[in-house]
């Protein structure tokens, strides 16, 4: 009852709501994008220029799924990275999906029993997706320094933000200064600048 259908539509309107809209539709999107273009180059779901065919529907997926998560009051219900041990042991439909969700609803029924495990007992299973995902540096240009700085500034800055999102931004921005101090500006998109320069407002104003 305290959250199941508890929206406040018309608050959303608020003026004051703005930035609050403004950084959550970054967060979830950047968030979420980082992880699909992960898992799927893990599970070799991209193709041969390095994109995700048919992003825009994984992305409407994902939103819906946020959506309807909001309303029926539970936790963000998005794409999390630890799928990547689910893709490593061979799922690529998303049937691994509704296999794990039919899980997650079983366990519901062993929940007193799963509160009795330890936080830290899934240290382990954290640890082989990080080895997992840090296989993927091998796709980086390391010999650009251009492109190798801001790919090092995300994989440092993700863990010390404890955010996916805001490491992201910092690499955005990293890679317009590096970019720009390099005198290669004219390789970065306006759209790249124009997401650096309002990740750049946002952590100095905090809006």
Known sequence: ??????????????IGMLSV???????????????LIAVAQRAKLLDEKG???????????????????SVLGTSTTTSYVESAAGVAVGGR???????TGLMFIAALLFSPLAGMVPAYATAG????VAVLMMGQLSHLHWDDITEAVPAVVVLVMMPFTFSIAHGIAFGF?????VKLLAGRASEVSPI????AALFALKFAFGI
């Open 1 to 14: 009852m305290p959250t199941f259908m508890q929206l406040d539509i018309a608050g959303a309107f608020n």
């Open 21 to 35: 809209i403004f950084a959550f539709l970054f967060v979830d999107l950047f968030d979420t994008s980082g992880t």
């Open 51 to 69: 994109r995700l065919p048919r992003l825009g529907r994984a992305l409407l997926a994902d939103s819906s799924a946020s959506i309807a998560g």
């Open 93 to 99: 439909s998303g049937l691994t999906a509704v296999v």
């Open 125 to 128: 299973a954290l640890v082989y």
């Open 173 to 177: 921005i990293s890679f317009v200064a």
């Open 192 to 195: 790249v600048w124009a997401l």
